[in-house]
């Protein structure tokens, strides 16, 4: 079933199970907040969802990936510039702020 799914949707996914707002989801990938909405009612409707987060659950279940490269701190630990996530612990989101 995740083949129903293209990168950039299970990406999407990942970034908003993680906890990061359609807002923030929609500057890490560079795309307009309305594209994120409707790229999430899509995946619903594939995916049989009435919900985002059964959208979410149904993703976990299938076993949809989180992105290695992207901080779920949407850029507070990197004061707002988008770069790979230097690994575990990586700033708000990973348990504590860097100096």
Do not use: K
Not at 6 to 30: F, N
Not at 31 to 43: C, E, L, P, W
């Amino acid at each position: 079933m995740m083949t129903l799914l293209d990168e950039r949707e299970r990406h999407l996914l990942a970034l908003l199970a993680a906890g990061l707002t359609d807002e923030s989801a929609a500057a890490r990938l560079d795309v307009s907040v309305r594209t994120v909405r409707r790229t999430m009612a899509s995946i619903m409707l594939r995916l049989g969802a009435r919900s985002r987060f059964q959208a979410g659950m149904i993703a976990a279940r299938l076993g949809v990936p989180a992105p290695a490269n992207v901080c779920i701190c949407a850029g507070a630990c990197h004061g707002g510039r988008r770069q790979p996530a230097p690994g575990p612990g990586c700033g708000v989101a990973g348990g504590g702020l860097r100096g």
